[in-house]
Nanobody, 121 residues
Framework: QVQVVESGGGLVQPGGSLRLSCSVSGFISDYYAIGWFRQAPGKEREALLCISRTDDISYYTNSVKGRFTISRHNDKNVVYLQMNNLKPEDTAVYSC??????????????WGPGTQVTVSS
């Protein structure tokens, strides 16, 4: 069983940056693709990006291209979401999830509890 937990959320001004971390633990924790998602109040969960075990990156929405990037720590047990030029519409609960397998298209399970990101002046 793989577990994930997010950290790094908070309040940031428009145009600012935040880096979220997704810590992965459990059996063969460095094997799985990891995805980042967000859910704003009253909206459906939105998939953002995913990184495979071989560091292939998939973007699921154009709204974050050029502003958000995903990367892994060298030991592969931490996945980062670097968010730059944040906008008020980026306000949401951000969650990470471990995929069923090493590639992003395998689908996701093992969701974390989420971390709140609020972009406001």
């Amino acid at each position: 069983q793989v577990q994930v937990v997010e950290s790094g959320g908070g309040l940031v001004q428009p145009g600012g940056s935040l880096r979220l971390s997704c810590s992965v633990s459990g059996f063969i924790s460095d094997y799985y693709a990891i995805g980042w998602f967000r859910q704003a109040p009253g909206k459906e969960r939105e998939a953002l990006l995913c990184i495979s075990r071989t560091d292939d990156i998939s973007y699921y929405t154009n709204s974050v291209k050029g502003r958000f990037t995903i990367s892994r720590h060298n030991d592969k047990n931490v996945v980062y979401l670097q968010m730059n030029n944040l906008k008020p519409e980026d306000t949401a609960v951000y969650s990470c999830a471990a995929a069923i397998s090493y590639y992003c298209a395998s689908g996701f399970r093992s969701w974390g509890p989420g971390t709140q990101v609020t972009v406001s002046s």
